[in-house]
């Protein structure tokens, strides 16, 4: 089954608004919005959630103040400073300590190490993920509470969902709105993927992050293509880019030119290739073109 992740090395390049467009053009495929921490491709599309489920990444402590003798051994051993000593008092003791649940990383010392069997360590529902429909086919996305861990673990969840959804229509193309940067959810996105796409734009930063993921693509032999996004701001360092990437054996696709088209369509909240016939559009038809000729 095909599948294309579309990733950049920061944010701001420009890289949901090309997925948009792309869903758009391919009308009928599976999308799946893999940037958790601040999905935004809903926006676009306006998905209709048919499926909502819960999202639990790990565990969280907390001390049952009934149970606590106000040792300290748990505050001692915790390397968070997730512990404090304002909790509840409980007839033996006037106060007790108490987890801080946005500061606890779940590592469970507290609970190995107390001698009174005082602390609980329950499953954390960190955030929730759904199973939607779109004007250009079904969508899988999630969104992690603010400040919750385990986001490579929710990215790899709303992945599987994506591909069994594919899978069950016979094969049709799965396109991944996946997360700037290199870290943990973006390795769960392009991890297995047929292609990457990844998304630039002509700056300096832009091209020091597009070489990051460059080399993470490579890490794991992913074929890659190149897009420079808004390349009208500094066409030097746009043929810099391209060349840089080429000669490491990415795919080069159509420049998108700096066009307010794009801005009048986040407006609207539809996809640029919807609004017309703009410089924007036809690079972006052009790009998709290129795309389609090369998925396997």
């Not at 986001?151 to 992945?159: E, N, Y």
């Given at each position: 089954m095909p599948e294309l992740v579309v990733i950049s090395g920061k944010g701001g390049t420009g890289k949901t608004s090309l997925v948009a467009s792309f869903a758009v053009l391919a009308r009928q495929l599976v999308l799946a919005d893999c940037d958790v921490d601040a999905a935004d491709l809903h926006l676009v599309l306006e998905p209709r959630v048919h499926r909502r489920e819960a999202f639990t990444g790990g565990k969280k402590a907390r001390i049952k103040p009934g149970h606590c003798t106000a040792c300290g051994k748990c505050e001692e051993l915790c390397r968070f400073e997730a512990i404090f000593f304002d909790g509840p008092g409980n007839g033996p003791v006037p106060r007790t300590f108490r987890i801080e649940p946005s500061a606890c990383e779940g590592c469970g010392v507290c609970v190995h190490f107390c001698q009174e069997k005082a602390i609980e360590f329950n499953p954390s529902v960190d955030g929730e993920w759904y199973v939607s429909e779109t004007r250009c086919g079904p969508m899988v996305h999630a969104q992690l509470h603010p400040g919750a861990g385990n986001s490579g673990k929710l990215v790899t969840l709303v992945r599987s969902e994506a591909q069994r959804i594919s899978k069950q229509r016979g094969g049709s193309l799965t396109l991944v709105d996946g997360s700037p940067g290199i870290g943990c959810p973006?390795?769960?996105?392009?991890?297995?993927?047929?292609?990457?796409?990844?998304?630039?734009?002509?700056?300096?930063?832009?091209?020091?992050?597009?070489?990051?993921?460059?080399?993470?693509?490579?890490?794991?032999?992913?074929?890659?293509?190149?897009?420079?996004?808004?390349?009208?701001?500094?066409?030097?360092?746009?043929?810099?880019?391209?060349?840089?990437?080429?000669?490491?054996?990415?795919?080069?696709?159509?420049?998108?030119?700096?066009?307010?088209?794009?801005?009048?369509?986040?407006?609207?909240?539809?996809?640029?290739?919807?609004?017309?016939?703009?410089?924007?559009?036809?690079?972006?038809?052009?790009?998709?073109?290129?795309?389609?000729?090369?998925?396997?």
């Amino acid at each position: 089954m095909p599948e294309l992740v579309v990733i950049s090395g920061k944010g701001g390049t420009g890289k949901t608004s090309l997925v948009a467009s792309f869903a758009v053009l391919a009308r009928q495929l599976v999308l799946a919005d893999c940037d958790v921490d601040a999905a935004d491709l809903h926006l676009v599309l306006e998905p209709r959630v048919h499926r909502r489920e819960a999202f639990t990444g790990g565990k969280k402590a907390r001390i049952k103040p009934g149970h606590c003798t106000a040792c300290g051994k748990c505050e001692e051993l915790c390397r968070f400073e997730a512990i404090f000593f304002d909790g509840p008092g409980n007839g033996p003791v006037p106060r007790t300590f108490r987890i801080e649940p946005s500061a606890c990383e779940g590592c469970g010392v507290c609970v190995h190490f107390c001698q009174e069997k005082a602390i609980e360590f329950n499953p954390s529902v960190d955030g929730e993920w759904y199973v939607s429909e779109t004007r250009c086919g079904p969508m899988v996305h999630a969104q992690l509470h603010p400040g919750a861990g385990n986001s490579g673990k929710l990215v790899t969840l709303v992945r599987s969902e994506a591909q069994r959804i594919s899978k069950q229509r016979g094969g049709s193309l799965t396109l991944v709105d996946g997360s700037p940067g290199i870290g943990c959810p973006v390795i769960a996105s392009i991890t297995g993927a047929s292609r990457i796409l990844a998304v630039t734009e002509p700056t300096l930063s832009g091209e020091h992050d597009l070489d990051r993921v460059l080399r993470l693509a490579r890490h794991f032999s992913l074929p890659t293509a190149v897009c420079v996004n808004k390349w009208t701001l500094n066409a030097d360092i746009a043929e810099r880019i391209e060349k840089r990437a080429g000669s490491d054996g990415a795919l080069i696709l159509p420049r998108v030119p700096y066009d307010p088209a794009i801005t009048e369509a986040q407006r609207k909240g539809v996809a640029v290739v919807e609004l017309g016939d703009s410089p924007a559009s036809q690079a972006i038809r052009q790009g998709w073109s290129v795309l389609c000729q090369n998925l396997s």
